[in-house]
């Protein structure tokens, strides 16, 4: 058992692994305690942020970061969204329907109103590593602590935010109870699957972000889920991303016995679909295709959702692993966890419906 969950901690990264570090904390007077703690945080740009212990005021232009403010039952932190969530994320609507009157800070191209950001004075933003100089801008400019975070492919970083944002708004109990419940699912796949030998997971090749040769490098779902990413031995192309871009020779080469398609598109959205990859000729040669291994699946959807995550995971055991997960009836723990996470029924079905992943509520 302990060579095992060794093995399960170094695939996974996680232990040991920190995404962002808390540098150290300090204190500061306060006009109505007499104290106020505040850290310094180290994000993933690698930028030191003195940021308040607890924030009143949200600004998430992340929608990892917001998705995990609405599980903790603090919505009522945000004083605005980014663009995408707004206007594109169909998970926002089904659980924070009061969300569509939030204010729009940022463009579809990326921009931030500054002007916006002043007026709504929030006491943090947070943004993703992708935006590589629009944090230094904004507090220059404006004074306000901006961290830029995501999960980046890993279970572990996902959980360091839960914790850090439930004790930014005050919520440490209910971050704790979803670590410990995360924690748990994954511990329970990881047992069920038991300890595999290199040849017993299946290679697998991920297409995501709409194309075909752009690849995360990290992928901690098909790794507990017993399977192997072909491509976590690549670098990612830029700091503050997870992705790599590839060739279509390099996929031949690695010839996966599964291809994974970034289905979080609702499909009259999607430009690589599991058709097209199975018609294509260029790919006749490749194990997935010749046994018709192509599904979708969530992948990132501007970054994680922790409940989607969680049932993307049971969904790649069963796909892999099918004869240890026969009794697993995905659609009824798709509810529970989403319920879990929300507090709302009737979301993960509803979330199906939009995307059409049929085989994932089927039994």
Do not use: C
């Not at 300890?195 to 901690?220: C, G, H, M, N, Q």
């Amino acid at each position: 058992m302990t060579s095992r969950k060794q093995n399960f901690n170094q695939r996974t990264g996680w232990f040991g692994f920190m995404f962002f570090t808390v540098l150290s904390l300090g204190l500061f007077p306060d006009s109505a305690t007499g104290q106020k703690q505040e850290f310094l945080l180290k994000d993933q740009l690698q930028r030191s942020i003195v940021i308040p212990a607890r924030a009143e005021h949200i600004l998430s232009l992340q929608p990892e970061i917001t998705r995990l403010l609405l599980a903790l039952g603090a919505a009522d932190r945000l004083v605005g969204v980014d663009y995408f969530i707004h206007r594109n994320d169909h998970l926002f609507k089904l659980i924070h329907p009061a969300g569509a009157d939030l204010p729009v800070v940022s463009q579809p191209d990326g921009s931030v109103n500054k002007e916006m950001i002043a007026r709504l004075a929030p006491d943090l933003i947070f943004l993703s590593p992708t935006e590589q100089q629009v944090p230094d801008a904004i507090e220059r400019s404006l004074g306000i602590p901006v961290a830029a975070l995501a999960s980046m492919g890993r279970f572990s970083g996902l959980l360091e935010e839960l914790e850090l944002v439930g004790r930014l708004v005050g919520k440490e109990e209910r971050a704790r109870e979803l670590v410990h419940y995360f924690r748990e699912k994954v511990r329970v796949i990881s047992e069920t699957i038991g300890a595999l030998e290199e040849t017993e997971r299946p290679k697998t090749y991920l297409a995501f972000w709409s194309s075909l040769i752009r690849t995360p490098v990290f992928y901690d779902p098909v790794t507990v889920a017993g399977g192997q990413n072909v491509a976590d031995r690549l670098l990612p192309s830029r700091l503050g991303t997870a992705s790599a871009v590839i060739n279509l020779e390099q996929i031949i080469k690695w010839n996966p016995d599964v291809i994974l398609i970034h289905g979080s598109y609702p499909p009259r959205e999607r430009r690589v679909t599991v058709e097209g990859i199975l018609a294509d000729r260029r790919l006749g040669s490749v194990r997935a295709i010749k046994d018709r291994q192509v599904h979708y699946t969530l992948g990132f959807w501007y970054w994680w959702d922790p409940a989607g995550v969680l049932v993307e995971t049971l969904y790649l055991a069963r796909l892999f692993h099918p004869e240890k997960f026969s009794a697993l009836d995905l659609g009824r723990e798709g509810e529970a966890i989403y319920e879990k996470f929300y507090g709302r029924t009737g979301i993960f079905r509803a979330l199906m419906k939009i995307l059409e992943f049929d085989e994932w509520t089927s039994k």
